[in-house]
């Protein structure tokens, strides 16, 4: 099982029978591209599908800024890992999820964002993950008189 065998301590309830046995000074990496990609936990995951992250993306922010640390909102809490898990997690995931809510309230205060036609799919494999040919999106400034265009 690989959440078990990365990251045991983190998950309990996913330890497995075998023991994994790493030696000491032994570098660990934890794939976290195959997890997201993992057809256990996401349907089509091939597919370009900014939503299937939705529900996950809202309840890890929601546990990153307020809630406690450690609280998992489904039943595999390592299924969804923006800025991995665990005492080496991202020292930054705070200030980048306030960071990334502020620059989209201030776009889309006076934007309109949907897809591009056509889908765009994800199967760029760097550090991390990318959209071969980019994410494209079409954002129309709205128009007098809504609301969010009318506001300073």
């Known amino acids: 099982d690989v959440f078990a065998a990365a ?26 591209n195959a997890v997201h990609l993992d057809p256990t936990h996401w349907p089509e995951p091939d597919k ?38 665990g005492p080496r997690r991202c020292i930054g995931e705070r200030f980048a999820l306030l960071e990334a809510e502020e620059i989209c309230a201030a776009v889309l205060r006076s934007c309109d964002c949907r897809p591009a036609p056509g ?8 550090l991390t993950l990318r959209a071969r040919d980019g994410v494209h999106l079409v954002f129309e400034r709205r128009g007098a008189g809504h609301l969010a265009a009318d506001a300073p």
């Open 7 to 32: 990251a045991p301590e983190a998950c309990p309830m996913l330890r497995s029978p075998a023991a994994v046995r790493v030696a000491a000074g032994t570098g660990v990496g934890f794939a976290i």
């Open 48 to 85: 370009f599908d900014p939503d299937r992250f939705a529900a996950h993306a809202a309840a890890h922010c929601a546990r990153a800024l307020w809630a406690a640390p450690g609280h998992a909102d489904r039943d595999e809490p390592l299924a969804y890992l923006p800025f991995g898990a």
């Open 119 to 126: 889908p765009r799919p994800v199967d760029e494999l760097q």
